[in-house]
């Protein structure tokens, strides 16, 4: 991380770690929500969930490593074939793209393995920090923030990091890392993903069902009512 990141207030840093342990009190399942049995699973899985919903990724994930188990299968794979199963994530040409490329660099620089650093990770074909974060901390368990927008919709609004930043996702990534020890920051990044999806909707959050409500500076965008709210909080993430 850049030594360049303002420190924190105090202040802040004491509200945002109330937060977080309220959150793992309320998510005490939070984790990833792709299926995956090997870093290359993850790997695959988190690129095709960008624009799409992990249960969409998951629902075709069964066939898609059935068919090209490893990135030897996966970088000699029929482009015809593997945009026909991956076309209901949306997208699907790119992905394709991206899905080729890492396979053939896996198995021309790394012997077949995804690696397990960052600075490997990010060379690969639709591989970003994010994806990246994904994979290290969920398959290695080196600890990563993955900034998605569910991730940076919540730090905005519980005021974890100022607007100019939050539109920056590495800004974003470095400014949280100065609040939080780096040993919180896989779970950290699930839990504000389950509360992102379960509870503070993009649209409409349920502020009235709201565990942190007493700590977010944006309580009251969402309905209040704790009957109205309670309607809005969902038992899983968006289909």
């Known amino acids: 991380m850049p030594t360049t990141v303002t420190r924190p207030e105090t202040a802040l840093v004491r509200r945002a770690r109330k937060v977080h342990r309220v959150l793992a009190e309320?998510?005490?399942?939070?984790?990833?929500?792709?299926?995956?049995?090997?870093?290359?699973?993850?790997?695959?899985?988190?690129?095709?969930?960008?624009?799409?919903?992990?249960?969409?990724?998951?629902?075709?994930?069964?066939?898609?490593?059935?068919?090209?188990?490893?990135?030897?299968a996966m970088a000699a794979a029929s482009r015809v074939e593997l945009e026909e199963i991956i076309r209901p994530t949306g997208f699907f040409r790119a992905k394709t793209d991206s899905l080729l490329g890492l396979s053939a660099a896996l198995v021309e620089r790394y012997d077949g393995e995804v690696p397990g650093?960052?600075?490997?990770?990010?060379?690969?074909?639709?591989?970003?920090?994010?994806?990246?974060?994904?994979?290290?901390?969920?398959?290695?368990?080196?600890?990563?923030l993955t900034v998605d927008t569910h991730f940076a919709r919540?730090?905005?609004?519980?005021?974890?990091?100022?607007?100019?930043?939050?539109?920056?996702?590495?800004?974003?990534?470095?400014?949280?890392?100065?609040?939080?020890?780096?040993?919180?920051?896989?779970?950290?990044?699930?839990?504000?993903?389950?509360h992102g999806r379960r509870r503070c909707h993009a649209k409409k959050p349920a502020c009235g069902a709201c565990p942190v409500a007493h700590w977010c500076p944006s309580y009251g965008i969402g309905p209040t009512d704790p009957v109205e709210a309670a309607r809005l909080v969902t038992t899983q993430g968006p289909a």
Do not use: C
């Not at 995956?36 to 969930?49: G, H, K, M, N, W």
């Not at 290290?136 to 080196?142: E, Q, S």
């Not at 100022?162 to 949280?176: L, M, S, Y």
């Open 154 to 194: 919540l730090v905005r609004r519980l005021e974890w990091v100022p607007d100019d930043i939050a539109k920056d996702a590495v800004k974003t990534e470095h400014a949280i890392a100065a609040i939080f020890p780096r040993k919180d920051w896989t779970m950290l990044s699930h839990r504000l993903i389950w």
């Open 117 to 144: 650093r960052l600075a490997d990770l990010v060379t690969l074909p639709g591989v970003g920090r994010k994806t990246a974060n994904v994979v290290l901390g969920n398959a290695f368990d080196v600890p990563g």
């Open 26 to 72: 309320t998510y005490p399942e939070a984790g990833s929500e792709l299926d995956f049995r090997s870093p290359f699973e993850l790997l695959v899985a988190t690129v095709l969930s960008a624009q799409t919903t992990d249960r969409r990724v998951n629902a075709i994930t069964p066939a898609l490593f059935a068919a090209f188990p490893d990135p030897y």
